[in-house]
């Protein structure tokens, strides 16, 4: 039987990983017209960071439920799998707000 569970977990990775690069994209550009630094490369380091969280989940798609306890006991796949995301999405939330936190700053 087909995991499908580990087919979508890696869809949605992939689409932080697509968002991510979006955001870098869009950062580059604003900064590019408002002379800010170029914090926007944090943007594409999350990204590759998720991305390569991608390849490993990728690799372990086809194994099955009884592969999930085996993995867990190996902090090199516990790292690939939950500390490269959280640590992705953790500094595309940071560079996010020193880039846009301007927008949130505007009154009337």
Do not use: H
């Amino acid at each position: 039987m087909f995991d499908w569970t580990g087919l979508l977990s890696l869809i949605g990775m992939a689409s932080i990983a697509v968002a991510l690069v979006v955001l870098g994209l869009l950062s580059k550009r604003l900064g590019s017209v408002t002379r800010s630094p170029r914090y926007y490369r944090g943007f594409y380091f999350a990204a590759a960071l998720v991305v390569v969280s991608v390849m490993a989940r990728f690799l372990n798609i086809g194994r099955g439920p009884s592969a999930a306890a085996e993995l867990a006991a190996e902090p090199l796949w516990v790292m690939l799998y939950i500390g490269f995301p959280a640590i992705g999405i953790t500094l595309g939330v940071v560079i996010a707000w020193r880039y846009w936190s301007w927008l949130l700053a505007e009154r009337g």
